[in-house]
């Protein structure tokens, strides 16, 4: 009887360690759906430059509040690597392929529907605290970061855009750098190495958009001549996405 009992217990005590899925030590790999949803706010389209009149170059400034963009949400496939430090706080890496996003006028701008588009990369650090014991199914989870942002293949691709509003053929540049991530979730084990899960951030991200127009083409002047220049237009726009994360990983 003694026998049967320890061996009982034995098997008890085996299948309680097989169940904590995440406890620490624990590497887990995930990958999923990243749906990445800019919240856009912009300031006005700020513009300097130089016009070549007949009476010499002539500097002007102007400034745009109703021309604004609008970004589109985007989709694409997430990367994560997470260990755990303890049983309830996790380290993790997050990346994934660099969604492209389209940019899209508002105000004055809405006639021109679709003006550009960039390819956004934010790798992420994250820190994270896990609820409840490593033995639960389901873990609900919080977690702060930073991730570094930048932008690639930024540009126009509007042609009436650029002929109506920059004057011609205009490069694009958009301002990198770091910002704080919030993050909230929930984690479910299937077993001792699969789980499921389901997470959203939020980024306050901020970036100065830079568009350089060489060769102004026909520019109104207000004699009513059209005259050539060049010209720099900055934006200053708000970004702020909310990232939703769906995923499935693997314990190693």
């Known amino acids: ?51 070549a009149t007949p009476l010499g170059p002539m500097p002007f400034s102007r400034s745009d509040g109703a021309a604004t963009a609008g970004v589109s949400a985007a989709n694409t496939i997430g990367l994560t690597a997470t260990y755990f430090i303890t049983d309830h706080i996790a380290a993790e890496t997050v990346a994934g392929l660099p969604p492209k996003f389209n940019i899209n006028g508002t105000g004055t701008n809405t006639p021109f529907g679709k003006i550009g588009s960039a390819r956004m990369w934010s790798p992420t650090l994250l820190l994270k605290y896990y609820f409840r014991q490593p033995t639960a199914k389901l873990r609900p989870f919080i977690g702060v970061g930073v991730t570094y942002v930048w932008f690639t293949g930024a540009q126009i691709t509007n042609g009436e855009f650029s002929r109506t509003k920059l004057y011609g053929d205009t490069s694009v540049h958009a301002s990198r750098g770091f910002a ?4 909230a979730g929930l984690s479910y084990n299937v077993d001792k190495n699969w789980f499921v899960g389901a997470s959203i951030s939020y980024i306050p991200l901020a970036s100065t958009l830079t568009m350089n127009t060489p060769n102004m083409r026909n520019v109104p002047t207000p ?10 237009t900055t934006v200053r726009a708000r970004l702020n996405p909310i990232v939703t994360y769906v995923n499935i990983g693997y314990r190693f």
């Open 223 to 232: 004699s009513g001549a059209r005259v050539s220049g060049s010209s720099t």
């Open 1 to 51: 009887m003694i026998g049967s009992v320890a061996i009982g217990a034995t098997l008890i005590v085996g299948a309680l360690q097989q169940a904590q899925a995440q406890k620490a030590g624990d590497l887990i790999i995930g990958t999923g759906w990243l749906h990445v949803a800019p919240q856009v706010s912009t300031g006005p389209m700020n513009t300097n430059g130089n016009l």
């Open 180 to 183: 704080p991530v919030f993050n």
